[in-house]
């Protein structure tokens, strides 16, 4: 999560370099959005930012204080256009390897939302040809400011909000639906999928003291996560869910779950 606006910028460069190796970029992805022109003047990629536009996003963003997070409103809407593009970067690759797959959630339009229009709905529906259903969110990992490439790789852990986890599981009960994760770490090019079970509701009782909003999976051993990370991005997007069991080359929580490598 971005703190100032030179951290969506820093996060802008990255992720534009990283798209830019499957042949798509951030310009290319928003033109598709319903107020693009704002968008990408809010990135620096089209016009000059100016004080109406400013004002234009305080409006449309009201009551999301606890969203953002101590975040300004235009470092908040600036990490949140880069996590769409992430997610459509997602859902078009996997479209392309024959997976049908959809935005799913409140912001699946890409329309700013007020506090209250914000929910929990996972980011991604998902069908397989073998007509298996998954619910996915989507996340995303930058360079941290001590210099590490990734958060996940170097804490071994990654972290869900609110009721994210609960919302999913909640899928998973309702409808029969698998339900998981795909995490893209930006700066380290590298990505992890995990299926979410059972074994993980043990871990997420006890959330981080200092925030109970907070539900912490963490991740098995530096060493392996390393080995287990994909680190071409394409490659991972066209393969990711071949096997239902969703845990093809990725990180997995220390669980019951067995794993496997890919070779």
Known sequence: MARIWADVERNFRLLNELLGEIGMSIEQIMQGYPESDLYLRLLGLRGEWTEQDSRTLEERVKGTRHHRNHRDVRTYIGDLLLGWVVQ????????????????????????????HQVTEEPDLWLRTPTCEIWWLDVLTDYPMKGGALSYWLEKRRCDLRD???KRL????????AQVGLIGVSVGAKKYFGLALTDDLMEELENPPKRNRRIQRIKLIGHTEANQRFRSTFAFWAFNFIRSTNFQRGC?????KQKTRRDD
Request: charged share 30%.
């Open 163 to 165: 009721n994210k986890f």
């Open 251 to 255: 990180l997995s929580p220390r669980s």
């Open 169 to 176: 599981m909640e899928k998973r009960q309702e409808e029969g």
């Open 88 to 115: 459509d970067a997602v859902t078009i690759l996997l479209r392309k390897a024959g997976y049908e797959c959809y935005p799913a959630g409140a912001d699946a339009a890409r329309q700013l939302l007020t506090g």
